[in-house]
């Protein structure tokens, strides 16, 4: 047998015995996203053999001169829909799901230029905010919900059927064809419905809408795929939550739960692919002369990065092809402020989007996530210093503008913030964003290629998006 260096190029004149220590798994996920986390914890219930490999995941939180920041704010919602509660009955975390998730009253605000709305589960308050933020347009807005709500329950009802998307093969594509007819929204053309169809462009409800679905979504395409758009929305109708064990508390439950039965390795990174006939059959860790082999090799990390690991003389084409040509479209860009406590105002929710100018597309900074105290649960107690932590998307062109690019955008986020919190600047005491890393000589900041998290304008064929 050849053996294979950590680079992943063959060496020769060695046993693979002397120089690698080897172990095999039914499956090896890479990457710490939470959709490859929940499959590795279901298989793991079933008793097969599990590897994580963190591939430079981290967790959500991260230290800076003192205070903790946040590297990845996100909304938590859709914890009451059937496929969740499914996945924590498999794994028999029942109770978990009762007792983890703190509902959040009101779920988010939406800031526009004339109007503040709170975002909660209770249809009279919510009601009574959508007459004020939006007059005369009540009905408009039912019939909006109403719409968002059939079209979900089509989408839940094509989940459920286990279709294999994107198809392949005639037989697929045929039986893919049929259910088109059925459910129209699994076609990509652009000549199908838009929910939001009444509103026309400059609307403000259209810009309330679209705000959190492009927050939630790392998709930013010109229209949205109607199933994804439906589900965020619908879902989010659900109420958002938060944990107190903190923004990592689900991904640290799965990880135990994969741990128990398998093997977790957060900071291992895979250097190469091999694949036969294929199918991925080994992984070769970086550093470490390792060599891991595996029945099925699980992608949970950004797949353009993944598929380079496969030597190009092992790559299907055509399959790579696809991929390679999905270019991101804009990074997230995160902010983070160490305010003292009497700059956050009273009324201001966990999670805030502000919209600038309802006339221009909702991109760059004029839509800007603002989310208070990331770092803690659903109650946050009396603090002396909060945490301010922000989000806009960047042009893929920013990262390689270096360190000074990174500081003018966080000039230009917290100038952005301090229209929503007056004054943040006058109570600041730390700030910080994650895409800068001191360097290893620790001379100076350069940009963490880690934190470039990708939003990609357009999706694979055939994807519900």
Request: hydrophobic share 40%; glycine share 8%; net charge neutral.
């Amino acid at each position: 047998m050849t053996d294979r260096t950590t680079d992943g190029h063959r060496a020769t004149g060695e046993s693979i015995a002397l120089t690698t220590t080897t172990a095999h798994y039914h499956i090896v996920v890479v990457g710490t996203d939470p959709a490859g986390l929940i499959l590795g914890a279901l298989c793991a219930k079933q008793g097969y053999r599990v590897l994580v490999i963190g591939q430079g995941g981290r967790g959500a939180l991260y230290e800076h001169e003192g205070f903790t920041f946040c590297r990845r704010p996100e909304i938590v919602y859709g914890l009451a829909s059937r496929p969740v509660r499914q996945v924590f009955e498999h794994l028999s975390l029942g109770f978990e799901l009762r007792n983890l998730p703190r509902p959040l009253e009101p779920g988010y605000q939406v800031v526009l230029p004339h109007a503040r709305i709170d975002v909660g589960t209770d249809e009279k308050l919510l009601a009574r905010e959508l007459t004020r933020g939006f007059p005369g347009q009540l009905g408009r807005i039912s019939a909006f919900h109403k719409r968002v709500r059939e079209i979900d329950a089509q989408v839940q009802e094509v989940l459920e059927l286990g279709v294999h998307l994107p198809p392949r093969g005639l037989v697929e594509g045929f039986q893919f064809r049929r259910l088109v007819k059925r459910f129209p929204f699994l076609d990509d053309e652009w000549s199908i419905e838009d929910p939001l169809a009444t509103f026309p462009h400059g609307d403000p409800f259209r810009a309330f809408a679209h705000a959190p679905f492009r927050m939630c979504s790392d998709m930013l395409p010109a229209r949205p795929q109607p199933a994804n758009f439906v589900r965020v929305i619908d879902q989010l109708a659900g109420g958002v939550s938060a944990f107190d064990g903190g923004p990592d508390t689900l991904r640290d439950l799965f990880l135990g739960l994969i741990a128990a039965a398998g093997d977790v390795r957060p900071q291992a990174a895979v250097a190469a692919i091999e694949v036969r006939r294929g199918r991925a059959t080994q992984v070769i860790l970086r550093d470490r002369r390792h060599v891991i082999g595996c029945d099925l090799l699980v992608c949970n990390t950004d797949p353009k990065r993944f598929f380079n690991l496969i030597p190009q003389e092992q790559q299907k084409q055509d399959y790579h092809h696809v991929i390679h040509t999905l270019q991101p479209v804009y990074y997230t860009f995160v902010g983070n402020f160490a305010v003292r406590a009497r700059a956050v105002p009273e009324a201001m929710a966990r999670h805030v989007l502000a919209v600038f100018d309802v006339n221009r597309p909702l991109e760059e900074d004029n839509l800007v996530y603002i989310g208070r105290d990331a770092d803690t649960g659903a109650t946050t107690a009396d603090r002396e210093v909060r945490t301010i932590t922000a989000s806009m998307r960047v042009p893929i062109g920013s990262a390689t503008g270096g360190p000074a690019t990174a500081r003018r955008l966080l000039d230009r986020l917290q100038q952005r913030v301090e229209e929503v919190i007056p004054f943040l600047g006058d109570h600041l005491l730390a700030r910080h964003t994650p895409w800068l890393r001191r360097s290893e000589d620790g001379g100076s900041d350069e940009i963490d290629p880690n934190e470039l998290a990708p939003a990609y304008g357009e999706a694979l064929p055939h994807t519900l998006g």
